[in-house]
């Protein structure tokens, strides 16, 4: 044996008994400016976004800022979203964007796109005189009512119009990150004004105004309002932050008490994000607490395999994931983003490994899977219905949020892989890439081709020898004591510390070599509600199976508002291909580049084998990830449970025109709701809406072809009623009635031809609560 290896090993001895101790010191991560990705799923990724971000117009993304400011700009608002009431929204990612991708690639191009925008959206500021800054239509008149206490908040508009909070949050983002991640000074002065100019606004509020503001989803500005005290030290912005902090959300996380079944998923995780950056900047333990039950809520509780979670972008029963099997609309990109988002901040105070077992589950099997890896569009919902598909996006067409995040998550693949503790070196994941720590003198190189690889290789660069603890990750899906480590070619024992994290201590050279071999195993992993849907997995990766590539509408969206939803015909879930329970069913991997095979003797109702792979490789197809897992004697019964909830609503899907499901985000807004004293909430994770004045919408009538509308609603709790106008007319003819259990259905036959498109107005009697509605639907 070496001298050299001889030391590697007595300094790895004696400070085994600190590897086991809890490490009590904060964690940083570095700046993506010292990470090069090489070449990787991540690498390859990151260039298709780097393409797709050149493509779009950065002139059509001002034009409503500058509208807003009103200064004559030639260049018209993008469609889509962007023109829909959420005008500026993809202008403030596009800002985070292009300061993570100039960080992480130097690339002059981009560079020079982040100064003009910085350079125009500074002369649209200065036009405001106040350090107002905002694509939002209309946005001064909202200001001002809400200065002046006028608030009319509801969870997706606030003072009648979509969501501005969450609107604004993301311009102060991009230039929060303009300034820290790619270093552009002439930022910060700027994120400085909008924060003061919105402290300015809200500074006569009282307690109760700012919470009724804030139940209309805000994104993060909690979290901003933290940046920018640790910015500038000024107590201020602190305070503006906890005000900001929502407590409908905030106390019942201090108590431990899950009450995030029927919450919209998206408009809570931001809140989190800002609750833990101010328990990190204040040394609130209780709000960091709260910070982490949430999260070990909905990572152990409430996601799929991939790590997504919500259906129809909220969050359906922890007791049942019936909803995520059966529905198009799975796991929301967003919330992924911002789970990892999350996970960063947790890391930060107590680097623990479970916090990137779950990361890296996600970012391989979910964010890496939601960008197209040709033409780069991003995926909005990944289904985990059996045989079903997901839509991309197109850069001219389509400005959804996960269009906004997903610009974001496909340029930082650098952000999380490495973190540092004084001494301490992080090696949180298993990707190709070199790391450049100038404050220690250290220039790390990692290679492998993980996942095809079952280990990694890490040298080392720079000059001289330069003395550092580096902590490897111990990931949670290889076996105890199978991991192994070889110092220049000597093997050290491995000791897991409490954290999850190996400690391998050296003096480092060029001339040193890390070797780590963590064998992958295939197993299967049950839906969190015990149901006997199973997902198999190798290591951390998702497998799933190519089903079919018929029917695959919208595949690449159009412009149509709800073009991010996979529209096409849904397979019959009693078609769902079945393990048999009796034995222990894992497919087989069949070569090295993971593909593996579920044998036709594992399944009770196909002839023929089936391939997986992993997950994040399929594209431009239908897919199944989860698999219903059944003993023979009870097939007969669960193929009928399946056909009897499934077939309704396939069926309905078949003869509906069009639908509205009230109360929720999307649906309302592509309907073009209106409305005034309205109340929504939801029960058992259906929600609804009523008036005391009308609701109205707008549905879509193709080819004139609907002919009856219906109307489900709660049974009402008294002798609640309502007025029907459609297209400006009352209907006075009386309903069908159908009891269907906790619900009455409507139904209204539509005698004379209509238009296509259909104005629904419903009106309260005498200012009468009307009944809690729950869909509307227009049928052919």
């Known amino acids: 044996m070496s001298f050299k290896a001889c030391l590697h090993i007595i300094g790895f001895f004696l400070l085994a008994v600190l590897s086991v101790q809890a490490q009590s010191s904060a964690v940083e991560f570095f700046r993506l400016d010292q990470i090069m990705l090489l070449e990787s799923p991540f690498k390859q990724a990151m260039d298709v976004n780097k393409r797709y971000i050149l493509e779009m117009d950065v002139d059509r993304l001002l034009a409503p800022y500058m509208k807003e400011a009103g200064i004559p700009w030639s260049a018209e608002n993008y469609g889509n979203w962007e023109s829909g009431g959420l005008d500026g929204h993809i202008g403030g990612h596009y800002l985070s964007a292009l300061a993570m991708t100039y960080a992480s690639t130097g690339d002059p191009d981009i560079e020079s796109r982040l100064d003009y925008m910085l350079a125009q959206l500074r002369v649209a500021q200065q036009a405001s005189g106040s350090g107002y800054l905002s694509g939002v239509p209309g946005g001064k008149k909202i200001w001002?009512?809400?200065?002046?206490?006028q608030i009319k908040a509801a969870s997706f508009s606030l003072n009648d119009r979509w969501v501005p909070l969450y609107n604004i949050h993301k311009v102060f983002a991009g230039l929060r990150d303009a300034y820290q991640i790619a270093g552009k000074e002439q930022a910060k002065p700027m994120l400085i004004e909008l924060t003061d100019w919105f402290m300015e606004l809200t500074s006569n509020f009282t307690e109760e105004?700012?919470?009724?503001?804030?139940?209309?989803e805000h994104g993060g500005l909690n979290e901003i309002f933290a940046d920018v005290y640790e910015l500038t030290s000024d107590e201020r912005y602190l305070n503006l932050a906890k005000q900001m902090s929502h407590q409908t959300l905030l106390n019942p996380l201090l108590a431990r008490e899950d009450r995030l079944t029927g919450m919209h998923a998206n408009t809570q995780i931001p809140k989190v994000i800002g609750f833990q950056q101010i328990a990190l900047l204040s040394g609130d333990e209780e709000m960091g607490h709260a910070s982490k039950y949430f999260w070990d809520i909905v990572v152990n509780q409430r996601s799929v395999s991939i790590g997504g979670n919500s259906v129809r972008e909220h969050f359906h029963p922890a007791n049942d994931f019936s909803s995520m099997i059966a529905s198009e609309e799975g796991p929301e990109t967003c919330n992924s983003y911002n789970m990892l988002r999350l996970s960063e901040k947790l890391f930060k105070k107590s680097p623990q490994a479970s916090y990137f077992d779950y990361y890296e589950r996600t970012l391989f099997n979910h964010i890496l899977s939601s960008q197209h890896p040709e033409q780069g569009g991003f995926v909005y919902f990944t289904s985990m219905r059996p045989n079903h598909y997901r839509v991309y996006s197109q850069p001219h067409e389509n400005f959804w949020c996960c269009v906004g995040s997903g610009?974001?998550?496909?340029a930082k693949y650098g952000q999380a892989i490495y973190a540092l503790s004084k001494n301490d070196l992080y090696i949180n994941l298993f990707i190709a890439s070199k790391l450049d720590w100038e404050e220690k003198g250290i220039k790390l190189i990692q290679q492998t081709n993980f996942p095809y690889q079952e280990g990694t290789s890490i040298s080392f660069a720079h000059e001289g020898t330069v003395e550092a603890n580096l902590r490897l990750r111990y990931p949670n899906w290889v076996r105890p004591g199978k991991l192994k480590v070889f110092v220049n070619q000597e093997e050290i024992e491995v000791l897991r510390d409490n954290e999850g994290y190996v400690l391998i201590q050296g003096l480092w050279s060029k001339n040193d070599q890390i070797e780590v071999e963590f064998p992958m195993e295939v197993r299967k992993e049950n839906l969190p509600d015990g149901s006997p849907w199973v997902s198999f997995l190798y290591g951390p990766i998702v497998l799933g199976a190519k089903t079919s590539q018929e029917g695959l509408q919208g595949l690449i969206a159009d412009g149509s508002r709800m073009g991010h939803v996979a529209s096409g015909p849904m397979t019959p879930l009693e078609l769902t291909p079945v393990l048999k329970r009796a034995q222990e069913t894992l497919p087989?991997?069949?070569?090295?580049?993971?593909t593996f095979e579920l044998k036709a003797e594992d399944l009770l109702t196909s002839a023929a084998s089936i391939e997986l792979v992993p997950f994040f490789s399929i594209h431009d197809s239908r897919y199944q990830v989860y698999w219903p897992?059944?003993?023979?004697?009870?097939?007969?019964?669960?193929?009928?449970?399946?056909?009897s909830k499934d077939e309704l609503i396939r069926k309905l899907e078949a003869i509906t025109v069009d639908k509205i499901s009230l109360g929720e985000q999307q649906p309302e807004s592509e309907h073009a709701f209106k409305g005034e004293q309205t109340l929504t909430g939801q029960q058992d994770g259906l929600f609804w809406r009523s008036t005391r004045s009308f609701i109205q919408y707008e549905l879509k009538n193709m080819n004139a072809e609907g002919k009856v509308l219906r109307i489900m609603l709660f049974k009402p709790e008294s002798s609640e009623a309502y007025k029907l106008f459609l297209n400006g007319s009352l209907v006075e003819t009386k309903p069908?009635?159908?009891?269907?259990?906790?619900?009455?259905?409507?139904?209204f036959d539509l005698e004379k031809p209509l238009e296509e498109v259909l104005e629904i107005n419903i009106q309260s009697i005498d200012g009468k609560q009307t009944p809690k509605i729950h869909h509307i639907r227009l049928m052919k």
């Open 144 to 149: 001002e009512e809400l200065r002046n206490g």
């Open 209 to 216: 105004q700012f919470q009724e503001i804030l139940i209309s």
């Open 407 to 410: 610009l974001e998550n496909h």
């Open 588 to 594: 087989i991997k069949s070569s090295d580049n993971l």
């Open 629 to 643: 897992e059944i003993d023979s004697k009870d097939y007969q019964e669960f193929r009928k449970e399946l056909q």
């Open 736 to 747: 069908r009635q159908i009891d269907a259990g906790q619900m009455i259905v409507h139904e």
